[in-house]
């Protein structure tokens, strides 16, 4: 079948189209019936259904004699270890830390918070909590106590898996001081936590509250796997909202096992056995998709790359670990290509490995520039894939689906709806565009399996933030355009996220941080293109009246702020300070118009501009910096 009558296929019957495709997964006790229309335009999948996430991703290869076969590759060029982990292995690991955890009280629906760095345990912990039917919610290890804390407020977590430690090319990241301090931090507290030591750092651990993950599995019981509902959480993902308070998008069980298994042959095109690589992080959802549960899924083997595209120790890293691994399909951030490209455009490295394995790249996180895609067509002459998606849906919403027939690429645009998503192009009032004008993209409702169901504890958010602007439809926060042959364009957001490094973060949330400096009166922060991170960060300040401050002090105080109550990852160094911010006469702030000034892109004045001149205040300020040059 070619992707239009697979497409059209689901037009036509959407819940036998899922239903058919929940045929591959392993149920405890078979779907009924595929959508539940739960009213209110609240919709869940595969509701009645019994299964098992972790038997699904473990054990039922082992019953299938696929024990022998690689489940986990870890390749650390930071610590210089390589480990594989069979599938046989990986069951019986996982299930001593679940009988571990049930030991000490973890049962289904508890929920389990994990901070760990890109080490196979983080996969195993995961792993452990969905067989238990415990929910984990994974942190980001560049996220600072302050974050971890929020979420531990949110989540309510009865227990945290940690590491003692994390490795940033020249910088040990350690985890136990944030952990301790983000416990102290939280009004909610935790009955304990266990912590994985590593070799380069062993943590402090505090008597009846902290377990060494070694000697708390000792003498356990294994686990087995414990069914639950379909509609019983997997996990929660925090993701960056328009307030410095996360949004928590809970997974359903069946949905995930339903579209994750779909997606590994006909969007990744992979074959049970293959090895499958995304070089994210578990604390993005490409990690808990990608990394972890569709490749276990589909029983591919995965690979957990603790390193960068570059300097560790160099810009072939990634073609050395498709080489020596044998990957068949890559999946990485526009901007890890970028950092390659930057440092080597001939491509050098890559004439130094052999990686006639490779078969295809997909590229998602951000917009995929038409040069970093043509860069990396020159070099691997393979297909490369940009897809777009987002942590609400957990896999692609548009692409080119490889596995059920190449389509043509355009450069700069993700391709065409999957299966599952009907997008549309809306004006301001809901009504559709015409092909090649711009609008809000929305999907209409019902999601597909696998897509956020609700926001944990926060049903009112969870309407407000998708579902009220377009009656019937999910609004995505993206703007852009289909064109004539249906393929999407992406081309910016439209709220405050901003994508840092295919890290997606509020300047909402910086914001916040920044009005908590005591000299601070207002301020502003944008997202400004930049060449190899795709956007930055960039406050405005304007300070107290009085306020008897060097500005440089200042702007040194709030990047720290920002690093130490958001954490490195927010990528805050550049601020200015201004006497005042360009508003609208109703006072709304034009961050937009400060964008483009930044950018250097032409605007139009915004006709309710309470003062222009300060437009050119904001030029001289920025140019201080290096932005905003003629
Ligand atoms: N734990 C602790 N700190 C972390 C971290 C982690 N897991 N990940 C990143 N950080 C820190 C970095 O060390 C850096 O700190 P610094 O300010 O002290 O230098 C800061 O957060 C910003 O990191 P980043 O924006 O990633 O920049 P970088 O200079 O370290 O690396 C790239 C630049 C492009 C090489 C890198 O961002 C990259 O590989 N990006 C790919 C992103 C990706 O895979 N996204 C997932 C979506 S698919
Ligand atoms: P995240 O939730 O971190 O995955 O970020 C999702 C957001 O990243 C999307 O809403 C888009 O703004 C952006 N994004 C992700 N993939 C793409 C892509 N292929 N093209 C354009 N934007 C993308």
Redesign the pocket.
Known sequence: MAYKDVYESWQKDPEAFWMDAAEAIDWDQAPSKALTDKGDNLYEWFADAKVNTCYNAVDRHVEAGRGDQTAIIYDSPITHTKREISYFELRNRVAMLAGALRAKGIEKGDRVIIYM?MVPEALEAMLACARLGAVHSVV???FAANELAVRIDDAKPKAIIAASC?L?PG?V?HYKPLLDGAIDLADHKPDFTVVLQREQEVAQLIEGRDYNWHGFQYGVEPAECVPVEGNHPAYILYTSGTTGQPKGVIRHTAGQLVALNWTMKNIYNVQQGDVFWA???VG?V?GHSYICYGPLIHGNTTIVFEG???GTPDAGTFWRVIQEHNVTSFF??P??FR?VKREDPKGEYVKKYDLSCLKQVFL??ERADPDTITWAQNQLNVPIVDHWWQTETGYAIAANPLGIEELPTKLGSPAVPMPGYDVQILDEGGHPMPPGELGAIAIKLPLPPGTLPNLWNAEDRFKKSYLTAFPGFYETGDAGMKDEDGYLYIMARTDDVIN????RLSTGGMEEVLAGHPDVAECAVIGVTDQ??GQMPVGFLCLNAGADRDNADVVKEVVKLVREKIG??A?FKLAVVVDRLPKTRSGKILRGTMVNIADNTPYKMPATIDDPAILDEIKVALQTIGYAKD
């Open positions: 760095p980001f290890g560049g994390g940033e910088r990241v070089a994210s992080d993005w490409v960068k595209p570059v990485t951030a901007t890890a950092a998602a996180g840092v490094a295919g890290h190899l991170k490195p990852v990528a």
